[in-house]
């Protein structure tokens, strides 16, 4: 019998989670794990049709807006569709609670994983449940992880172990050609020889996207032949657009909507911006430099992507976009930094697929004494 894994998320939508989790599920051993999701909507999600085609499970409607329903509802998945393995739950706080009910349930292992560094709420109610949920989770989880040490500050606070999210640099493998790539820029209007700053993200406050339109509104001003490459999708997509709109840049941007394979994207591009508040990694990171492009990120984007140091640079947001523009301007008149190792330096990485998914499975399996009795 295989060993079943239940991962608990907000929803299978493209976004860095949840490709890093396509990523393990593609190439994992089915023979020994299966891998099931119990997520917070109704909805189809942008992975569930390849979720099912590999042999995974979907269990819709998850409320974490009324705990004692959800607690219900996750005996039920469990009781209907185990015994699992462990419970992997990637919902921030609420992990807390999630680690709770798998105790109850007797599964051996409880991993409560932290993918991002926001900041802890302001509010008395918000602070009493941070200090709750960090109980709990210090608690009933058998496995503390994050991506990054700065994920891991922000949830747990204590003791935890940064696990590295594995990618597949496959597709990057694939050369892109000029003509290729030129195709790209004219089915988006962006002329041949126009450089292109770009940014892959879903639309949501910690991406920063007013910062990005300052920026790039600031490198026209000094002259700078550019267009505005966005990719992704999200609830401040129309917020966005009315700024380009009002600024009077719309023949200068270009929106791509989400993708499911972003390597051509990153190619069309000359820099890639991450101005994130915070970041728990920043997938991006790692993908623009496989795909040999510069990187300008904040300093909330951990400097644990920075595999070739040469492709990224941090600056702090408190610079401005003037700054911003400025290093972007110095960046497209440097030279072509491609070495030609780019993707044999990040698949021999902590970040390379195989080894990344030995320390995850190891987890799986491990079967913690020290919490057997709580």
């Known amino acids: ?36 999701f119990l997520v917070q909507t109704e909805e189809d999600s942008a992975y569930d049709a390849e979720i099912r085609s590999l042999g995974g499970q979907i269990h819709y409607g998850g409320n974490p807006r009324n705990a004692f329903q959800y607690a219900a509802q996750f005996k039920g998945v469990v009781r209907l569709n185990g015994p699992f393995l462990a419970v992997h739950s990637h919902v921030y706080f609420y992990s807390g609670w999630i680690m709770k009910q798998a105790w109850k349930l007797a599964i051996p292992v409880r991993v409560a994983h932290s993918h991002t560094a926001r900041k802890r709420g302001t509010g008395l109610q918000r602070q009493l449940y941070e200090t709750l949920m960090r109980h709990w989770l210090s608690h009933y989880a058998t496995h503390r992880v994050a991506v990054s040490p700065q994920a891991g500050q922000a949830l747990f606070g204590g003791p935890f172990t940064v696990v590295p999210y594995g990618i597949d640099f496959a597709p990057f493998h694939k050369p892109s050609s000029q003509a290729d790539i030129n195709e790209l820029k004219c089915r988006y209007g962006i002329p041949a020889g126009r450089k292109v700053i770009g940014h892959v993200g879903r639309f949501v406050p910690e991406k920063n996207h007013e910062f990005i339109v300052e920026t790039f509104r600031e490198l026209l001003n ?36 989400l993708q499911p394979l972003v390597v051509p994207f990153l190619r069309a591009m000359d820099i890639v911006l991450l101005p994130s508040h915070w970041e728990g990694l920043g997938i991006v990171g790692l993908e623009s430099q496989a795909a040999g492009v510069p990187l300008l990120a904040s300093m909330g984007v951990p400097t644990d992507l920075d595999v070739i140091p040469e492709f990224v640079e941090h600056i702090p947001l408190s610079q401005g976009p003037a700054s911003w523009a400025s290093a972007i301007e110095r960046r497209l008149k440097q030279q072509n930094l491609k070495r030609g190792d780019e993707l044999k330096r990040l698949e021999s990485s902590k970040f390379g697929l195989q080894s990344a998914m030995q320390l995850l499975f190891k987890i799986y399996t491990e079967r913690p004494q020290h919490f057997a009795a709580l």
């Open 1 to 36: 019998m295989r060993n079943k894994i239940l991962h608990v998320i907000g929803r299978m939508d493209r976004g860095g989670v949840e490709t890093w989790l396509m990523h393990v599920l593609r190439h994992m051993d089915h023979r020994e794990f299966e891998f099931q």
């Open 222 to 257: 000094k002259g700078i032949d550019a267009h505005l490459l966005l990719v992704g999708s999200g609830p401040l997509l129309g917020v966005v657009q009315q700024e380009i709109d009002a600024l009077g840049l719309s023949n200068r941007c270009a929106f791509a909507g």
